[in-house]
């Protein structure tokens, strides 16, 4: 059976889902272009503040960080790249992983990669930073109906001529309502593969293809579906969209990001080397 992922939308009660969709998408733009100057006093503040969202949103960690291990691999040569190229005081690779070079002789080529201090500590905070814009998604994914996504993407665009806003509203929020879908059936593949034993398959490319061509198809046939669905329904981008729902508490979270700007630029996070 499929398991429905952390990245689709559930109801709930807590203030976030109630919030004006608008209020979310600038607060997540503003937080966004913030995390390039933040430092690590601000990271933690904001991570603390999404850990408590993520909490109460009744979003499952444990089963978050399994479907998040390729973009946790991805986050770790993004940290080697940074720890290699950024030039500073150089630490020899076998001190930080506690070796000896006298005993172990074999790896002494890992003495000549030039990781930096300032490498670590950039690595660190630039990762830091793709971790935190990733949870800013997940919350907004979880907590935000694909139809109110459609009305805001609409309303931000309508003072632009020559944009067919409601076209490009539709187009958003079929993208986000498709993309747990293609994770729900990503693991639906992934479990029929294993009960069948395709992953004990030792060629990369075969397990890989395995998956990817039943995953394509699968998306194919969903999307030709919708659309033979839609054109049904004579539906179109002239129709009457739904009004916006606030919660009362917008101005506490344009407050609260307009605070965590002023704690940025005010306040020096330490570890800092510019």
Not at 257 to 262: G, K, R, V
Request: net charge positive; aromatic share 14%.
């Amino acid at each position: 059976m499929g398991k429905s992922t952390q990245f689709s939308y559930r109801p709930g009660n807590f203030v976030l889902f109630r919030l004006d969709v608008r209020c979310k998408i600038i607060c997540i733009c503003l937080l966004s272009i913030m995390m390039a100057m933040a430092g690590f006093s601000h990271l933690s503040l904001i991570s603390t503040v999404l850990l408590w969202f993520l909490y109460r949103s009744g979003i499952n960690i444990r089963m978050l960080i399994w479907e998040l291990k390729y973009f946790f691999v991805i986050l770790f040569f993004v940290f080697a790249v940074r720890a290699i190229v950024t030039p500073g005081v150089p630490v020899p690779i076998l001190q930080i992983l506690g070796m000896d070079v006298f005993e172990i002789k074999h790896i002494d080529l890992l003495n000549h990669i030039n990781i930096t201090r300032e490498g670590l500590v950039d690595g660190c905070k630039v990762v830091w930073r793709f971790l935190i814009i990733m949870i800013m998604g997940l919350l907004f994914a979880c907590s935000t109906q694909a139809s109110s996504l459609n009305v805001a993407v609409a309303w931000f665009l309508k003072p632009f001529p020559f944009i067919p806003e409601k076209r490009v509203g539709i187009m958003v929020s079929l993208f986000v309502r498709f993309l747990p879908m293609i994770l729900e059936k990503a693991n639906e593949i992934s479990d029929a593969q294993k009960a069948r034993c395709a992953h004990l398959r030792k060629n990369p490319v075969k397990k890989m293809k395995n998956i990817t061509v039943p995953l394509l198809k699968r998306v194919f046939i969903c999307a030709d579906t919708l659309a033979i669905a839609m054109a049904s329904r004579c539906y179109n981008e002239h129709r009457t969209e739904q009004d916006f729902l606030k919660s009362g508490y917008e101005f506490h979270f344009y407050a609260g990001t307009i605070a965590f700007y002023a704690f940025i630029l005010f306040y020096k996070s330490p570890l800092s080397f510019h």
